[in-house]
């Protein structure tokens, strides 16, 4: 065996097509190995990438709610400077989805300068608002909740109303309230209407899958197709309205 490698590395270095191949096939299988270990070290990675990434996402979408934020301004990080809105990153650790009144469990609290009446979206659309706050946790009232209240309008009007849910399919809310005369077309984009002091206006909810007239005729039922699905969300942002409390004693004193 000895005497074979030996003559295999003569013959290697001393034939330039055998060299090319050997270099090849060690290119090969070398290659392949690193590939390996990158593919390895790339999915043990994958949570650091992740909130790498949920970062960079909120810092986007603080930006792009806050418009006093100009183009050609020297930039300021809105995350803790000057703006409306600030945005938390966050994840589910609970989801619930089957019950009438459903509450989501997110791995941030007190610590985080979460609180309560804080909104909750995922980057696909609205999540649901902080309910209860512990050091490290805090619980949501989901959008598949009997008691949630969201000031929700038509995206092409400003015709606005209130979304419910109704305890039946979690892939559909419902919004009511919408005045007849409103322009109301199957496929219309629901948002939030920012007509409180909770989400920004424009938080996407969902798509019109159909409506009626209530009993009376004279508002719109609207069944909306959710643009999240919540039986399957991990990701999520937690909104602060840094004017919630102005607004609040502003209205506190009419």
């Not at 270990?37 to 990438?49: A, G």
Request: hydrophobic content about 35%.
């Amino acid at each position: 065996m000895l005497l074979f490698c030996v003559s295999l590395v003569f013959t290697i270095q001393s034939h330039s097509y055998h060299k090319s191949k050997f270099i090849n096939s060690a290119n090969f299988l070398t290659g392949g190995v690193y590939n390996s270990v990158n593919n390895v070290s790339s999915y043990f990675n994958l949570k650091s990438q992740n909130q790498l990434l949920a970062e960079e996402n909120k810092r986007l979408r603080s930006i792009l709610h806050n418009s006093e934020v100009e183009i050609d301004s020297i930039f300021i990080d809105s995350l803790t400077f000057g703006e409306s809105y600030r945005f938390f990153s966050s994840n589910i650790i609970k989801n619930s989805y089957s019950l009438n009144n459903n509450i989501l469990t997110l791995n941030k609290g007190t610590n985080d300068s979460i609180k309560q009446d804080f909104g909750v979206i995922s980057s696909k659309g609205i999540i649901g608002i902080i309910d209860k706050t512990s050091r490290n946790y805090s619980t949501v009232i989901s959008i598949l909740n009997t008691t949630s209240r969201i000031s929700a309008q038509l995206k092409k009007t400003n015709h606005f109303g209130t979304l419910t849910w109704n305890g039946k399919d979690p892939k559909f809310t419902q919004l009511i309230d919408i005045p007849k005369i409103s322009p109301v077309s199957i496929g219309d984009t629901i948002i939030t209407s920012g007509r409180s002091s909770i989400f920004p206006k424009g938080v996407r909810v969902g798509v019109i899958e159909d409506f009626k007239l209530d009993q009376a005729e004279n508002y719109y039922e609207i069944n909306v197709r959710l643009f999240n699905d919540m039986t399957n969300i991990e990701h999520v942002y937690i909104i602060e309205n840094a004017d919630k409390q102005e607004i609040t004693n502003l209205l506190s004193n009419n």
